[in-house]
Every structure is written in structure tokens, then in C-alpha cells.
């Protein structure tokens, strides 16, 4: 595996760009983001993303990928190293991680196939339910609202990333939710892909490297095809 930064080339032709390649609306923006960094892996199209990314802000991404990122006429070039991080029972690390959160529950909908379709819940979204909405709430009572809905989201995100640790081999030691968001991609009508996105830290003790290595490489959660999924670690 390699780990690389993408930093968006300082040429006039790309900085034209600008508007297209990052829009200001959060959800075309990582739409956009997502188009853009396939450009660094285009050499087969029809290969299936085998990559986790994620935007750092001023133009710059990191990728986790099974190849270098190839040149791009809209990158500088990469900086690319590999990743194979010696880990061992016990070993702490810091991380960070952007994620959609959800869990997979069976409906009493039978697929094509035959088989109960399963749904993924935003574990965030199913948590806040019961708080009001902001257009419902009386004036004045937004900043408490905003505070109840962070509270809610560290609660729901250390409990899911807790479960995520017992299935990829380590322990959660210590989480912090520093925001949660919900974003619309592009689309038409009343079906636009929407999702939830947590921003996580926190701090995790390696029970079974092999498992948690492995995990690191596929992501953690979904819609990781547009900038989640990607944890970022470091020696606590």
C-alpha cells in the first residue's frame, strides 16, 4: 500500500478551474473531489476504486492506495511512500477519521434474489430523531439545540466506533466527535444521495494487528468513495 498527499497544481489553467473542481456546496464539492482524484488512477476505466481519500483543505488530499497515484496534469506531483506500519499487541495510536457511520439492519422487503434487503442506518441521524427541528424550534433556542446534537453525535460515534474496534482488532481507548454534518450529493428531485459525515479523534490500542491493518486498507463505514473511511494514524 501506498500513502500519498495530492496537491492541486499552482498553474493558472487549473486555478481557473477553481469553481468546478471545489465548488462552494459541501456536497458537489465532494462529488467533485471524488471525479478529481480518480484522475490519479484512470489508467484502467474499467477498474472498481480500490483507494480511500481524504480532503485536507487548500487544495490538498491524502490517498491510501494499493498503487502510487500516476501524474496528473492537475496535481503537482505526487508524494507518495509506502505504508506497511510494523504494529504490534498492545501498541497505541492517535488517530483521525472521517466517516459515515452506519449500522445494517434486514427489512421485511425481499430482494429480487429472494433474500430480506437490508438498509444502512446513519447511526447520528437514527439518534437525533427525537430532537426538534431547527425551523420548529422557538427563537433563541438554536445555540442549545446545535450543543444537544453534538452531545447526541459524540455519544453515537464513540458507541459505533467502539463496534468497529471489536470487528477489526483493536480497542477504542479514547474518542472525540469534533463535527457531524449531513451532506446532499447531486441529483434530481426529492432522491439526492444524502448521508451523514462524523469527524473523529481519538486515541486506539492495537489488539490484532493483522485484523486492524487489514481494516485500515478497506476503510471504515461508507461512502468512501467520496472522502470517508480514510483513518490517519500516528505513534501516541
Excluded at 486555478?15 to 490519479?40: C, K, T
Excluded at 503537482?76 to 472521517?98: Q, T
Excluded at 464513540?158 to 474496534?165: E, P, R, V
Amino acid at each position: 500500500m501506498f500513502l500519498s498527499r495530492l496537491t492541486l497544481a499552482r498553474k493558472p489553467e487549473v486555478e481557473a478551474l477553481g469553481q468546478i473542481l471545489s465548488p462552494a456546496h459541501d456536497g458537489r464539492r465532494m462529488d467533485a473531489h471524488h471525479r478529481l482524484i480518480w484522475s490519479a488512477f484512470a489508467g484502467n476505466p474499467e477498474a472498481s476504486r480500490d483507494f480511500l481519500w481524504r480532503d485536507m483543505g487548500r487544495g490538498q488530499f491524502m490517498v491510501l492506495s494499493p498503487r502510487p497515484p500516476a501524474a496528473s496534469a492537475l496535481f503537482e506531483p505526487p508524494e507518495a511512500k509506502p505504508f506497511a506500519p510494523e504494529l504490534s499487541p498492545g501498541d497505541r495510536l492517535a488517530f483521525v477519521l472521517r466517516a459515515n457511520a452506519t449500522r445494517t439492519v434486514k427489512t421485511d422487503r425481499i430482494t429480487p434474489s429472494g433474500k430480506r434487503e437490508r438498509q444502512h442506518n446513519d447511526v447520528v441521524m437514527e439518534a437525533l430523531k427525537p430532537i426538534p427541528r431547527r425551523r420548529d424550534l422557538p427563537p433563541g433556542e438554536e445555540s442549545r439545540r446545535a450543543r444537544q446534537r453534538l452531545e447526541i453525535a459524540q455519544e453515537a460515534g464513540a458507541d459505533w466506533m467502539a463496534g468497529q474496534g471489536a470487528r477489526a482488532g483493536f480497542r477504542l481507548l479514547d474518542c472525540h466527535v469534533s463535527a457531524y454534518d449531513v451532506r446532499d450529493l447531486p441529483g434530481k428531485g426529492k432522491r439526492r444521495p444524502r448521508f451523514g459525515v462524523l469527524d473523529l479523534e481519538g486515541v486506539l490500542e492495537v489488539a490484532d494487528p493483522p485484523a486492524f491493518l487489514a481494516r485500515l486498507c478497506r476503510g471504515f463505514g461508507r461512502a468512501r468513495a467520496f472522502g470517508c473511511g480514510l483513518m490517519l494514524i500516528r505513534r501516541a
